[in-house]
């Protein structure tokens, strides 16, 4: 079980309102009890405290399901970037995991209320604007990272994702396809809400029209895109030479492109002489798969220090809401052609 503020005040023989006022430094606590309490803090792991003469960031990973957010070179970027800026600007980084659950909920609210961390970057890809609330009484400011939310009090800082889709999309287009399918993810985040917006946008441009025949709803994981794909493929026999495949993909992130690939592959069908996919991230195994991954690059370990400088000037008093989003690259691989004539 994870150590609370009452743990604290238990261990330590104080009220909660004395725990909490020492761990956050206010007065009308004697320097003893102080001590006492930020040492059992310590001791129990419910802070970590920063380096002599440091101040501390938190960083709070939300995860409602983990099949967005996990251990994936994608989020260990963006940490990266995040440990790399908050170092070079005097500061120490602390990281802690929460989830939807209630339990979770309760004490991630406490924590925005007692700890000491100087700011707290939240990595907001699964949350929903339901979750929010949890960081309403936070005592210091808050950044959100990799997703925003209409009317939302706080600072998010992420790519642009309708024009990562829109800029992937328009390639396809300007490659000659006019049958251009959506490889969806079946679960929901604000980015892919977005990105599928920049593939229709891209579609309209155009002068087409999305055909719900070429919409393929996929686990974002490689294992859940990869057996979705089956599943869909298997439905329709060989959906390809009969028409019902089109003759590009957009995917939502690089890892459902991957797992699609492989199904499609098993199949007999040929990337990219029958059917081209474009993904989004730029992950590491894009130059890896076969044929090379043709994905539109997300600056993972800028936006992390984005956040962590625009944190900074949070904490020096900017008060204005912003939303900052990076642009995006197209790297141009292997898994995308012109149509060919049978198939346009």
Known sequence: MKPTLKHIAE?????????????????????????????????????????????????????????????????SALIEGLERQSRSMGYDLAVSHTSASEADRKECAELMQTDHAEGFIVLATEMLPEDLDVLNRARSPVVLLDSRFRDCPFDSVLINNTDAAYRATRHLVELGHSKIGYLHSSVYINNFRDRESGYLQALCAAGLAPDPAYRYTLEPTLEGAY??????????????????????????????????????????????????????????????????????????????????????????????????????????????????????
Do not use: W
Not at 14 to 38: F, I
Not at 62 to 70: Q, Y
Not at 253 to 277: C, T, V
């Open 11 to 75: 261990a330590t023989g104080v009220s909660l309102a004395t725990a909490s006022n020492a761990l956050n430094n206010r007065k009308g606590v004697s320097e003893e009890v102080r001590s006492q309490v930020l040492r059992t803090a310590m001791e129990l792991g419910y802070v970590k405290l920063p380096a002599a003469g440091r101040s501390l960031f938190r960083l709070i990973v939300f995860k409602r399901h983990g099949m967005v957010v996990g251990d994936t070179p994608f989020f």
């Open 227 to 344: 057996r979705d794909m089956c599943a869909a493929l298997d439905q329709g026999g060989a959906p390809l030479r009969d028409g019902a495949l089109p003759t590009a993909f957009f995917a939502d992130n690089d890892i459902i492109a991957y797992g699609a690939m492989k199904a499609l592959q098993e199949r007999g069908i040929l990337l990219p002489d029958e059917l081209s996919i474009v993904g989004v991230d730029d992950m590491p195994f894009c130059e890896m798969t076969h044929p090379r991954l043709t994905t539109v690059r997300v600056p993972k370990q800028e936006i992390g220090g984005l956040a962590v400088r625009r944190l900074v000037e949070k904490i020096q008093g900017d008060a204005t809401v912003l939303t900052i989003e990076t642009g995006t690259e197209l790297i141009r691989r292997e898994s995308d052609q012109s149509p060919s004539k049978k198939n346009a």
